[in-house]
């Protein structure tokens, strides 16, 4: 890749996270201030990047109509949508679809429950592997060699006392998720928070996208959730069949 287009890319994805400065860019990049700002300008006329208040920079609008029309070309997040949409409304948690992706796990579509609060997760952000229901769900389902390449990006970094972090352990939580058919994420990246998640199967029988219902724990500990995992199967079902699986809950035809 060329190193102007690189950094293009490390820059719009530098203050994609939050306002930077242009210090911080050229810090960033190891760059001069004036190579920063040469790159900046051409990204700012681009609309990739825009100037906010106090000289600082920020994501620009023509990432949200280009990333718009992206999302709009995933199948199975204008398939699934409608069937996630009710999903939420009835039980009144937050939904995800997430899809494997190259090396990672990516929110392609998100549902806010009633009353939810802040949460790491955002379209189009990748999922922490180790953490997130949706991203194991998926992985536990991928080939060794598939599931190894997303895996040597994991730092399986402790969030919580509940985190996973060693490989071991993490493959054993990936068998039990076949075994039963559906992902936990108890609390593991945010403690407040608790999901399950259930695999997507295409028409090949491949899973490269799956569901995850999250709920504050106050709201709706594990148990709960857990309590409804026949229904957020048919869900999952539902949104398969549409994506021409016509097999059982375990991708078997």
Known sequence: MSQTVARAIDIIGFVSVRHRSLGEIAEHLGVHKSTA????QTLEEGGFVRRVPGGMY????????????????????????????????????TVHLGELAGDQVVYVDK??????????????????AHTAAVAKVILAYQDDRTRARVLEHAAFTRFTPTT??????????????????????DGEHEDYINCVALPLFDA????THGISITAL???????????HIDDFRQAAHEISKTLGWTGDQHGRR
């Open 217 to 227: 724990r106050a709201v709706a500990p594990l148990g709960q959730l857990r309590a």
């Open 37 to 40: 700002l040469r790159l900046l």
């Open 164 to 185: 996973i972090t060693d490989a071991a352990a993490f493959e054993a939580d990936l068998a039990l998720t076949r075994e039963r058919g559906w992902a936990e994420d």
């Open 58 to 93: 920020g994501m620009g609008f023509q990432l949200i109509a280009l990333g718009q029309l992206a999302l709009d070309q995933v199948e199975a997040r204008s398939l699934a949508h409608p069937i996630l949409n009710e999903l939420s409304e009835r039980y009144g948690h």
């Open 204 to 207: 090949r029988g491949k899973v």
């Open 111 to 128: 549902i806010d429950g009633r009353g939810s609060v802040a949460m790491g997760s955002r379209i189009g952000l990748p999922a922490q």
